[in-house]
């Protein structure tokens, strides 16, 4: 079964920066297609990114494009989410999850495509 797990959250000043980790067990992550979701503090959870499975082609919401930027190690079975230029807006649990498969260019990051989920870390942008 995969699993995954987030980490790299805390604190922040606005216009810091973040790496995000999602690190997989139990399988190799590179034949999944893995999404960045959010959960800001009495919000829906919402979909900030993705990156296709077995390539490096990425995608983003508008309200991170140029900002954020996903990769991923398939050495290291991880993939990452760098965010620069951080807003309190950005504020949020943070959750990597998987999709088993190729998404394509035009697919619109939908949460209940994504079977494995990790627990989530915190980001919190403040002064």
């Known amino acids: 079964q995969l699993q995954l797990v987030e980490s790299g959250g805390g604190l922040v000043q606005p216009g810091g920066s973040l790496r995000l980790s999602c690190a997989a067990s139990?399988?190799?992550?590179?034949?999944?297609?893995i999404g960045w979701f959010r959960q800001a503090p009495g919000k829906e959870r919402e979909g900030v990114g993705w990156i296709e499975s077995g390539r490096t082609s990425t995608y983003y919401t508008d309200s991170v494009k140029g900002r954020f930027t996903i990769s991923r190690d398939n050495a290291k079975n991880t993939v990452f989410l760098q965010m620069n230029s951080l807003k309190p807006e950005d504020t949020a649990v943070y959750y990597c999850?998987?999709?088993?498969?190729?998404?394509?260019?035009?697919?619109?990051?939908?949460?209940?495509?994504?079977?494995?989920w990790g627990q989530g870390t915190q980001v919190t942008v403040s002064s």
């Open positions: 139990g399988f190799p992550l590179e034949g999944y297609a």
């Open positions: 999850a998987a999709h088993w498969g190729f998404l394509g260019s035009s697919y619109y990051l939908t949460q209940s495509d994504f079977s494995s």
